[in-house]
């Protein structure tokens, strides 16, 4: 998605900042989200992956709004936030996706693979919004992504657990 890309974009407007200022804050945000994709993967032993996804994701909504309103050293400060809510969330979709599909997981993962497209066409979109408004706007395009993933998160939790090994149950009894 489009935080990374317009991090330093979003810095030099909300602080004036120049292009080694923003290159600093882009470093510290790739820092914290190696030190969160660790703190996840524990956190992930004890709390089911969706239920994060689903936090996660609704922070992420929620720090792309405040960074829009707030292009100040706070919106910075929930730009750089947002790689905390980013570690999480795309080896997270992906092994939920596969999750029960048995024969057709090739299929799946074909598809999820394709899906990576969209990460190629929103920082298009997010660009465009840029350079018709500002940076700040302009994650309103993440902000949607992020919405998307919390609500594909919450669907998953809403789902019939998949139990391995168990069968599918007929939807209809034939007499």
Do not use: N
Not at 92 to 102: D, K, M, S
Not at 122 to 140: H, R, T
């Amino acid at each position: 998605m489009g935080t990374w890309t317009f991090t330093i974009q979003y810095v030099q407007q909300a602080l004036g900042g120049s292009l080694q200022k923003g290159g600093y804050v882009l470093q510290v945000s790739l820092i914290i989200f190696l030190f969160s994709r660790f703190l996840m993967v524990w956190l992930m032993g004890y709390v089911r992956a969706t239920v994060l996804l689903a936090i996660l994701g609704g922070l992420a909504v929620l720090l792309c709004l405040y960074a829009m309103f707030r292009p100040d050293i706070t919106g910075v400060i929930a730009i750089v936030s947002l790689s905390f809510c980013l570690s999480l969330m795309f080896p997270t979709i992906y092994g939920v996706a596969l999750r029960g599909l048995g024969p057709d997981t090739k299929f799946g993962a074909a598809g999820l693979v394709m899906a990576i497209v969209g990460g190629a066409v929103e920082p298009l979109v997010q660009g465009k919004v840029i350079d018709a408004v500002s940076p700040a706007f302009s994650f309103i395009v993440p902000a949607i992504c992020y919405a998307v993933v919390m609500a594909y998160a919450l669907f998953d939790l809403r789902a019939e657990p998949h139990l391995p090994g168990a069968k599918e149950q007929p939807t209809h009894v034939h007499a």
